[in-house]
């Protein structure tokens, strides 16, 4: 039986962080890099008076609709899909304005990926799959599979899991 | 450590046939019952000329938004959320117009499941739990727990797994 890889989409085939470094740097005239944001969230790296508008990014209409695509994840995810059985899992429920925006973006880029292996959730301690590529680590405390963490900058210290850089460290772990 | 139960929307606490039916009955004058149903599909008991109409009602804005609760469903699943982790686990993908109205829905009659726990998913075998309650048996060849039957017209011949009719009867299998 082929193993199953549950694979998250921010972060992880969406490039939502540089999205937001973009926007928020457009409105407030400033010049945030990723460098700043190694080892905290976005939040924590803004000027203080710049918190709340910049935590209630992702809950906008639109927010998600033109997010880039993480390099190389789409070619890989299409020859992941040749020995594996995919899903894109996603906890989209924080977010209920991204629900379209998020599938949308899914038929756009990864057309491959067919209804039926897309799942929107919360707690994805209900994922089972022999593998969970996430950027979050706290979705692997409570995951029967092995959690391989995808690097974004909030999780550099992160030291308890398998650890993937980019897509073609992906690529040489699941892939002969 | 607590059990998990997966719980499906359609035809287990939301009463989707029912609307389809009275839908049906008020657009064609028509007098369609429940028992008309028995052993198929909606699509297969109403006149051939309005197949593809009924067919297309879930893909349709607004359909899910008022559809009426399964009777005992709010207060059994209430009881059940005391001793066992409960998700609601819909296989809303297939309707994506369904998602935001599906999710309103879940606020409004089951304010107690907390977004967290409710997943938008296609093949249930993504879904890691004891127990899962669907209508739909085809649900249960790919998932790892014990499928429980919530008995709906289209499955009275399904005899593979655990059968329950109604919400008292989901009550007195899992609650002491």
């Known amino acids: 039986m082929r193993k199953r890889i549950a694979i998250d989409m921010d972060e992880v085939i969406a490039d939502t962080l540089h999205h937001q470094i973009v926007r928020y740097n457009k409105e407030f005239g400033a010049a945030l890099t990723l460098e700043q944001l190694v080892g905290k969230e976005m939040c924590d790296a803004v000027h203080a008076d710049h918190r709340s508008l910049v935590a209630s990014y992702p809950y906008q209409k639109g927010f998600f609709e033109d997010i880039p ?19 894109v899992t996603t906890a989209a429920m924080e ?9 949308e973006w899914l038929g756009r880029h990864f057309p491959f990926i067919p209804w ?4 929107f959730c919360g707690d994805k301690g209900i994922i089972a799959a022999d593998y969970m590529i996430d950027d979050n680590a706290y979705h692997f405390e409570h995951f029967a599979g092995e959690g391989i963490l995808f690097t974004a900058p909030h999780n550099v210290h992160e030291a308890r899991y398998r650890r993937v850089d980019d897509w073609m460290q992906v690529r040489d772990l699941f892939l002969p």
């Open 95 to 103: 977010y209920p304005n991204s629900f379209m925006e998020k599938f």
């Open 69 to 87: 695509v993480v390099p190389h994840s789409q070619d890989v995810v299409l020859m992941l899909t040749e020995h594996y059985d995919v899903f």
């Open 116 to 119: 039926s292996h897309i799942v």
